[in-house]
């Protein structure tokens, strides 16, 4: 059974910082590409950031440079370092993977909440 199992979350004071894990389980994500998503009360979920299977990163311009998405292969896991959060970083935060010649992400973690107080 493929799970992603994301963990880290919490509630920090504005100008904090969290670290987001996404652990792989029932097979490898070494080849696919990887990405967290968020999603807030009342608004569409979001793509935060992605990783390509070759390490390249892409990140939202509201993210860029707070942010940092890495993967490590060895052990099939996503990160997601977030520095200087912002009250409106508040959501939900889901990881997901996308196997190559997909365009949509076909598997997805249950989320961890995220909570920003100013």
């Known amino acids: 059974q493929v799970q992603l199992v994301e963990s880290g979350g919490g509630l920090v004071q504005a100008g904090g910082s969290l670290r987001l894990s996404c652990a792989a389980s029932?097979?490898?994500?070494?080849?696919?590409?990887m990405g967290w998503f968020r999603q807030a009360p009342g608004k569409e979920r979001e793509l935060v950031a992605r990783?390509?299977?070759?390490?390249?990163?892409y990140y939202a311009d509201s993210v860029k440079g707070r942010f940092t998405i890495s993967r490590d292969n060895a052990k099939n896991t996503l990160y997601l370092q977030m520095n200087s959060l912002k009250p409106e970083d508040t959501a939900v935060y889901f990881c997901?993977?996308?196997?190559?010649?997909?365009?949509?992400?076909?598997?997805w973690g249950q989320g961890t909440q995220v909570t920003v107080s100013s």
């Open positions: 997901a993977a996308r196997d190559r010649g997909y365009s949509d992400y076909g598997y």
């Open positions: 029932g097979r490898t994500f070494s080849n696919t590409a």
């Open positions: 990783i390509s299977s070759f390490g390249s990163p």
